[in-house]
Structure formats: C-alpha cells, structure tokens
C-alpha cells in the first residue's frame, strides 16, 4: 500500500501590496498630462459655460507621486466562502469530485440530507490521544503501522458496495483498495465514524483530522481512477492551495449553515429544499403547456391563464404512489377541468408525434391535500376563482384580485379542447364573456360592482346632469289651481318671449337706421371735400 502524506500548506506572509521607500525615491515621477478633448463643443459668445470640467491637478516635476491606496472589496463575505471566480476554471471538475467524495465518507448520497454531528463522546476521546497538527499528520499516514482502534470499529463504508455510484452530480467508481485505505486511515485517527463537528471551529483538533483524512483519501481515489468518469484534473487532486478552501467552503460554510437552519427548526431545510425542486417541476409544467397552446393556436383567454405560474397545482412525490396533485384551494373545479383537458390533449399530442413519454404520474389523491404555494394568481378571468373562495374576500380585495368582467371557460370546462371544436370555444374573448357572463358569474358576489356603478351614476347625476329645469308636474293628476297656475306660467313665458322678440326688433330697427344715417353724413362729408379740392384746382 502506497504511503500518502499530505501536509498543510503554510500561509504565505501578507501579500498586500506595499510599495517601497526606495524604489519610489530612486524614480522621478511622470506629471499626468490631462487628455485632449477633441469633441469639445463650442460656446457662444457671450454665454457663459454653465460648467468647466476641472482639470486634473499635475504633479509638480521631482516630487514624489502619493501612494495610492489598494481598492478593497466592499461586500462582506464569509472567510470561509469560496467565490467561484477566485478559483481556476478547469477547477470545477476537481472541485464536483471532492464534493461528491465528502458526500461518499459523510454518509449524505441520498439528496437533501442534512449531516449528523459526531458522537458526543469522539472528540473529547480524540483530543484525548492528539495534542497537536504534527501528531495527525504522523498517525493519518502511518496506515501500516498499528491502528488507534480495529478496523472493524470503523462504521464508515461499513455497508457500502464496490462499483459505479452516482453522488450528486458525480459518478464515482468505487473500488476496495478505495474502502480499505479509507477505514485504515481512519483507524490510524481513531474515529469510527467520520463526521466533522460543525459546532466547533474548524481550527480544531477534531476538525482538523477529519480535513486531513477527507483529502488524503481523496488524493488516493483520484489517483487511483476512482473520479476518471468526472474527467478531473489530476494535478489539482494534490494542491492543497485549492483543496482546504474548497473543503472548508463545503463542509464549514456550506454544511454548516443548512445544520444551523435545521438545528432551529426541525425538518426546516428539508422542507425549504423539497419547496424549491416542487416550485422547479411546477414551472416546467406551465413552460410545456404554454408552449403547447401556443403551437396549437388556442385562444387568448386560455393562453393568459396557462401562461401564469400560480395557476397551476404542485404535487409532491409519494413512494409507492407516484406524485400526489395538491389542491389550490382558490381555483375553481371548473378551472381545474380545464387544465386536465390541457395534459390529456398534451399527451394525445406527444403520442401523434410519436414522442417518448417522460411525464410523471400524476395521481389526484382522494381526500384533497392543500398546496405548498397559497399565492393565488391576480388579473385572471372571474371563473377561475372558487367562488365561496372569492365571496369570503373584503370587495377591495376581490377588486385586486380577479378581473370581474372577463370570464374564460365553457360552463362544462371538460368539454374543451375536443376533436371537434365548439362553436362557443371559436369566439373572440370579448364575444365569449358578452355570451357565458351573465351565466357564468352567478356564484359570485359582485355587490360591491353594482354599489360602486350606482355611486358613479348618483355623482354623475348631480355634477353632470345640465338638463334640470326645477319641479316636475303631472298635468293628468292636478287640481284647477295647478292648471290656472301652469296657464299663467305659460301665459308669462309667452309674453315674455314676445316682449324679448319685440324689443328685438326694436333694436335691430334702431341699429339699420342709426347705420343708414352714417351712410349719408359720410357721403356729405366725401361730397364737401371734393368740391374743397375742385376750387382749390380753379384757383390755382
């Protein structure tokens, strides 16, 4: 068996950069020359320039330029992060496998597993026996030498089998020279089970045997061919300068922060895990039926409802069953007769095309089970929504949340999207909602429609309306004085429209007589100038 000893790199000294009192006082700086502005726009005469750049300041010849302070990086990370641009890019390959390799030793191969602290009692035995770096190192290398424990204690790869194993994203070969050197080294360690201790530091002891067991392991595997199927970089499987970052981001910040979540709340990281991976299927599922209804050109109105992502059920996987359809307590039963006749016209679609079908089994359960993602979807069609759902809302929130003048499905949504195409189906959407609205929207409570049309119609009445002309009188049901009375109005109105047609008149009369008269003082006035200027010619 090869001997393998990894040591850990030392810290190179602050590498910042400093600039020396002699280099800077042997080189006479170069003054900053302010570049030539070439696309200098003209300014008027006599208009003063509501700005001038200013110009750079120039270091005076023979004095020293100021040293400049390095930029620092102004968001905060955690020193135990790795951020992916610090590292080389063929890197990633490496970095997938010893990721996969912690996850081989640490017992995590099923998805979404949250690791399990060490036994309370490992690390005080440990720090127990080791009282320094140098004692692991000697002893997670001296495999042929005498065992701190038997092999046999050791539980890691107790039940694991040789042979192709997927781990994650990896494939990994697993070979027994593999297993045993990994028992034996652990063995050397004294730890049965290996299991950093993510709440100490990762400066301790403990912690430390289990970084400087994981990369020699890792080394050995990589060499060996255990990660030829991730096409590693095997130079990269010994620089420990990539190798202890990259350890300690995945199992120290990673790890660590996924235990604290589940440390604080059971289950907690699981659950936001499955959350995401059901939010992921349930955007594929509106991805491939938007995609469908576009290709088959169906109607606006449906292609509005299937393009929203909160429109559409989740199910979760169940073993045994297949995926259980979880129910959206805001849709309509008709709304979901509508979206089942979308996948059974998706499916008979897939098989016309002769495509191979992948889709998972979706089974609807017999007692509803309520979704994950209670958001319900705004602006849609008023039948979409489950109307004791809708009925139970304050009227401001129906208003934002339905479009209450627009309905979208057939009364019997199962009867959409048959072979043969209903005529209704054909219409436009405004011809469809002027048909199935009144029908359609009977569920519903839309008082606060009506209340809010009457207020408009009240305030239009009394700011608009310019036609009031005082009092109305029924003629057919009023007493002689109320005749006598509406004779006489009739009577005054009659005279008074003659009195203002009369005067009317009068005035125009007045006004062509008063005009006439200037006509002749005006021709007398012409006449007496002319015969002025005909004497004065006779004079002359």
Not at 108 to 137: C, G, M, Y
Not at 372 to 381: E, T
Request: proline residues 6%.
């Amino acid at each position: 068996m090869t001997k393998i000893q990894l040591r850990e790199a030392t810290p190179a000294p602050d590498s910042s950069p400093h600039i020396r009192q002699s280099q800077s006082t042997s080189k006479k700086s170069t003054p900053n020359r302010a570049p030539a502005n070439k696309n200098k726009a003209a300014t008027p005469k006599g208009t003063p320039a509501k700005s001038k750049p200013s110009t750079p300041k120039r270091t005076p010849s023979g004095q020293q330029k100021p040293v400049a302070t390095p930029k620092t990086n102004s968001s905060k990370v955690n020193p135990l992060q790795m951020v992916t641009k610090n590292m080389p890019g063929s890197f990633a390959a490496t970095r997938d496998a010893l990721y996969a390799h912690i996850k081989l030793i640490w017992n995590l191969i099923e998805q979404k597993v949250i690791p399990k602290p060490p036994h309370r009692d490992t690390p005080a035995e440990f720090n127990s026996r080791f009282f320094n770096v140098d004692n692991i190192e000697y002893s997670a290398g001296n495999t042929s030498g005498a065992p701190l424990i038997p092999v046999a204690e050791v539980v890691t790869f107790k039940d694991l089998k040789c042979g192709r194993k997927k781990i994650g994203k990896g494939l990994v070969n697993v070979e027994e020279f593999f297993l045993s050197y990994t028992k034996a080294t652990l063995a050397c360690l004294g730890i049965r089970t290996w299991a950093p201790n993510l709440e100490d530091s990762h400066h301790s002891l403990y912690n430390k045997a289990c970084r400087q067991a994981a990369l020699m392991t890792f080394r050995q595997a990589a060499l060996g061919g255990a990660y030829t199927y991730m096409n590693i970089n095997k130079k990269y499987a010994v620089d420990l300068g990539l190798l202890v970052p990259t350890y300690n981001h995945y199992v120290h910040f990673l790890h660590t922060q996924r235990y604290n979540r589940e440390k604080t709340q059971t289950r907690k990281f699981r659950m936001e895990e499955e959350r995401k991976v059901i939010a992921k299927a349930r955007e594929r599922l509106r991805d491939s039926q938007s995609k469908f209804a576009l290709a088959q050109g169906l109607p606006k109105r449906y292609q509005k409802v299937i393009s929203d992502v909160n429109c559409h059920s989740d199910d979760e996987y169940s073993a045994g069953q297949g995926y259980i359809i979880k129910t959206l307590k805001f849709r309509s039963p008709n709304a979901t007769k509508f979206f089942r006749r979308v996948d059974a016209a998706i499916l008979k679609s897939d098989e016309l095309e002769g495509k191979r079908i992948q889709r998972r089994r979706r089974i609807v359960p017999s007692t509803p089970q309520e979704s994950l993602f209670p958001k319900p979807p705004k602006g849609q069609p008023l039948d979409f929504y489950e109307p004791e759902w809708f009925n139970d809302l304050l009227p401001q929130q129906r208003i934002d949340t339905a479009n209450t003048h627009e309905v979208a499905f057939l009364p019997d949504a199962s009867q959409s999207l048959m072979g043969k195409k209903l005529a209704s189906e054909k219409l436009s959407d405004r011809k469809f909602t002027k048909q199935f609205f009144d029908r359609l929207s009977k569920p519903y409570d839309l008082t606060h429609e009506i209340e809010a049309e009457e207020d408009d119609a009240d305030d239009s009445d009394v700011e608009e309306d310019n036609s009031y002309a005082g009092e109305e009188i029924n003629l057919a049901d009023t007493s002689g004085e109320d005749d006598d009375e509406y004779n006489e109005m009739e009577e005054e109105l009659s005279g008074f429209l003659d009195d203002f047609g009369d005067n009317t008149m009068e005035t125009s009369d007045h006004e062509e007589q008063d005009y006439n008269e200037d006509d002749d003082n005006g021709e007398l006035e012409r006449e007496e100038r002319y015969l002025a200027m005909t004497l004065d010619e006779e004079i002359l």
